[in-house]
């Protein structure tokens, strides 16, 4: 259905069979269709997703295995190739790959090597490559798309109240923070003081701001913490700080009376 054939569901799969281009065909019922049944093909495209991964930064590496299921000995006629829209958001991860990506190199019938990937983003938005390994395969190539997210990091301050300040028990705090980058940050802000939560999410206005009220009956230090849900150009990101709700100082009056 477009994506890695591991996460695709199979409903009572009958049979299963290969052609002579390596495609794997499986046989499986259709249950909201009755006694039906549905061929589901696996094509020779593999697929790495990523998801979403701060840009500049560097992903886990994820893991594609080479295997040699036929009799003779299979022949990589050229080191892997990363091409396609953003070749270099990926990179071949030395830790984790185990085959001989050198021309020339092969590997004996039966065998498996592992070839491990890295992305690391270089702007935000959907980034795309594909990883070629060329072979003397019947297809001379193996291809593997490659997908992932790159997320930008907004600027995320607390504009009020300012950290360490004191404030009265009982009285209506105003906690504020600003939300801003390149493009403008869109999604909501959740507020909470000393891990509760203040009311409900707050949808980040058009300039990047958002606030809400809480009103304290104890004194004491309090956390206040503001929490970005991010969206699919910008990463999560949480800002905190501390306040000091005090018992407001009584004042002590002069009693005048006045005598005629």
Not at 2 to 10: N, V
Not at 189 to 218: D, H, P, Q, W
């Amino acid at each position: 259905n477009g994506g890695e054939a591991i996460l695709a569901e199979l409903s009572n799969p009958k049979g299963v069979g290969v052609d002579s281009q390596g495609q794997v065909y499986i046989l499986q019922n259709v249950p909201s269709a009755g006694p039906t049944q549905a061929l589901r093909q696996v094509e020779l495209t593999g697929f790495l997703t990523f998801g979403s991964v701060v840009t500049g930064t560097s992903s886990a590496a994820k893991v594609v295995e080479v295997s040699n299921t036929g009799n003779a000995q299979l022949q990589l006629s050229q080191a892997a190739l990363l091409n396609g829209t953003n070749p270099g958001d990926y990179a071949i991860d030395p830790n984790t790959t185990t085959c001989a990506l050198t021309a020339g190199a092969t590997l004996a019938a039966g065998q498996s090597c592992n070839v491990g990937v890295i992305f690391k983003p270089r702007a935000s938005g959907a980034r795309s490559a594909n990883l070629r390994l060329a072979d003397n395969t019947v297809t001379g190539q193996n291809i593997v798309q490659l997908t992932g997210n790159g997320l930008l990091t907004p600027t995320m301050t607390i504009t009020s109240p300012a950290s360490g300040a004191s404030e009265n028990t009982g009285a209506t705090v105003t906690f504020s923070v600003s939300v801003t980058g390149t493009p403008m940050p869109t999604g909501t802000v959740t507020f909470s003081a000393n891990g509760k939560t203040i009311g409900s999410a707050v949808t980040l206005s058009t300039t990047g701001a958002a606030s809400t009220t809480f009103t304290e009956t104890a004194a004491g230090g309090y956390t206040l913490k503001a929490v970005y849900s991010g969206s699919s150009v910008y990463v999560t990101t949480t800002v905190s700080e501390t306040i000091t709700e005090v018992v407001p100082a009584l004042k002590i009056g002069t009693k005048v009376t006045m005598v005629q």
